[in-house]
């Protein structure tokens, strides 16, 4: 739904289902980005996730990140929380 706003920012799709981010690579401006998280609650996976954006270079200390994320990772169609957050 974000890409088809075409805000000019980046969008990253992060899973760690291939075929979620072979879907992910046909919508336009979206990257998909591999990622799987040891924990469980919404704040360390957020902030697992940013540091696997800043890993590849996608993210810098100081830029701000909108994360919208499901509390289940693993139910399709969970997203219920956005963040917005300081990458530091």
Known sequence: MMSRISSGR?????SRQDN???RANLYRG???VYFDSDAFEGRAI???AIETLKKHGFVHSGDIVLITQGDDMDIVG???TMKILSVT
């Open 10 to 14: 980046p969008i990253f799709a992060l």
């Open 20 to 22: 979620a981010l072979r």
């Open 30 to 32: 979206v990257t998909p």
């Open 78 to 80: 969970s997203t219920n």
């Open 46 to 48: 957020a902030a697992n």
